[in-house]
């Protein structure tokens, strides 16, 4: 998922860890099969075609950064339209702070620790250099909102530094998940933060989304009685700690298998899944998470099944009917596509078609999140499409077209002081970014509730999940192994 280094470079743990590997089931080598492959492609498409100057809007028009995101790994996964991938992983750099702090709503000192994780995650998926990504150095960000040793159950947690006026912190495991994935992609990935992501499983090999009860933190997920599991934070999770079992982490391997194992056991007869909460329904945002965990796994039947059910969403130029013009997307739900073909996507609807897709079309492309941007696509597209746009360097961060409000300074712990009142610019890239336009669209009147800035909308981060290096210890024998594509 990253630019400075790739995810086996991890691979320097003891004959115990190996071994531990070895009990978990292999990830697949092999491309999806053809038809997901072009189901896939055609979905990045449809979406390359939503963006406008290298950006995703939101409900009201406005940029929507963290779906933007989405749209960045999700054409990451498929090679398609590398020009629109590339203007937006610019405007994104030039937006950091607009998506992982409330800076632009007046409310200063605030920093959102799933933002943070997320932007970590993407610009090394993008193939950006996460230390210098539109002057900000997001590892170190990232490493500095972690809770530290001493911090007893909630060590390792990724946090949001937040102030009276912007509430409390509500990070959760999808953050947690992007923590790890963005961390292990970027560096080494600490111990304590894969500790706490495996704390948030129960006995039964689900996730929880949430950490936090009304009385506050909860120590573990079999502490909190009637604690709901979430397909989504489990497909979230096993993505994660496959990326940092492969990295060396202790106990990521089997509890990773555990969560692959209650994903199988969520699957629908017709091979989709349901989320939880109000998503509880068959969707295709869980079905593609679900998918791309259940590929990262090795778990190809299943992943294949979700391949299907989610391919049963697609519009295409023979089933779309009135919406036979947006061929290629992917729809929430049966109802969604239903309506669409006999009435095309009204313009209310869609904001949900775009993140219903971006989410999708990672379980159909089965690269897991901890793998894209670090192997070919499967088919990648030759001639990418879409209309002339700005263009971020694939080794360098872009160069935005304002300097950065503040340029945080890694400490030598690893932490990071931004310097208060620090207007420096980033350094330019090389070669250097064709500056994007600048978003015209104004915030909105208040800023996200906390916690749910670094929450893709679409389910990811976002996430995707890791091939699992298995070392033969026997024979002496190395595998590196790619799993499904992450990028739902």
């Not at 129960?202 to 989304?209: D, K, N, Q, V």
């Not at 796994?297 to 013009?325: I, M, P, S, V």
């Amino acid at each position: 998922m990253s630019r400075p280094r790739r995810l086996g470079t991890g691979l320097a743990a003891t004959v115990a860890a190996a071994l531990a590997a070895l009990t978990t089931p292999m990830t697949v080598l092999a491309a999806p099969a053809a038809a997901d492959a072009a189901a896939a492609r055609d979905a990045a498409t449809w979406l390359g075609g939503e963006f406008t100057d290298g950006i995703l809007p939101g409900p009201f028009g406005g940029p929507d950064w963290g779906l933007t995101i989405d749209g960045v790994v999700a054409l990451s996964a498929t090679g398609v339209d590398t020009s629109t991938r590339q203007a937006a992983t610019a405007q994104v750099a030039a937006h950091v702070r607009a998506y992982n702090s409330y800076d632009e709503w007046g409310i200063e000192g605030f920093t959102d620790g799933g933002a943070t994780a997320k932007l970590l995650y993407a610009a090394s998926a993008a193939g950006a250099d996460p230390t210098d990504f539109g002057g900000y150095d997001l590892r170190a960000e990232t490493l500095s909102l972690v809770s530290p040793t001493g911090t007893g159950d909630q060590r390792g947690r990724i946090t949001s530094r937040v102030t009276a006026d912007s509430g409390p912190d509500a990070s959760n495991t999808f953050d947690q998940s992007f923590a790890v994935l963005g961390l292990a992609r970027s560096g080494d990935v600490p111990q304590d933060t894969v500790d706490f992501l495996v704390r948030q499983q129960c006995a039964a090999g689900g996730f929880r989304l949430y950490p936090d009860t009304a009385d506050g933190p909860s120590p573990s997920c079999d502490e909190q009685p009637g604690a709901t599991l979430d397909v989504d934070s489990t497909a979230m999770a096993v993505q994660a700690l496959l990326t940092a079992a492969d990295d060396g982490a202790t106990g990521a391997a089997g509890a990773a298998r555990r969560g692959a194992d209650w994903l199988v056991a969520q699957q629908h007869a017709d091979g989709s899944f349901g989320g939880s909460g109000p998503t509880t329904g068959a969707n295709s945002n869980s079905t593609g998470l679900a998918g791309q965990a259940l590929a990262a796994a090795g778990r190809d039947t299943e992943a294949a099944r979700a391949a299907d059910a989610l391919t049963a969403l697609q519009l295409t130029d023979a089933n779309g009917g009135k919406a036979a013009a947006d061929a290629g997307a992917v729809a929430y739900h049966t109802e969604g596509f239903t309506t669409a073909v006999a009435a095309g996507i009204a313009d209310i609807d869609r904001d949900q078609w775009r993140r219903a897709t971006a989410q999708a079309l990672l379980g159909l492309a089965q690269v897991p999140l901890g793998r894209i941007g670090l192997d070919l696509p499967p088919s990648p597209d030759p001639t990418p499409s879409g209309t002339a746009s700005p263009t971020a360097s694939p080794t360098g961060s872009p160069t935005p077209t304002t300097s950065a409000t503040a340029n945080p300074t890694p400490t030598s712990t690893g932490t990071v002081d931004p310097p208060p009142g620090d207007t420096a610019s980033p350094p330019a890239a090389t070669p250097s970014a064709t500056t994007p336009p600048a978003a015209t669209a104004a915030p909105s009147t208040a800023p996200p509730a906390p916690g749910l800035v670094g929450l893709p909308t679409t389910g990811t981060a976002i996430a995707g999940y890791v091939l699992v290096a298995v070392l033969m210890v026997g024979g002496g024998v190395l595998l590196m192994v790619l799993g499904r594509r992450r990028t739902r």
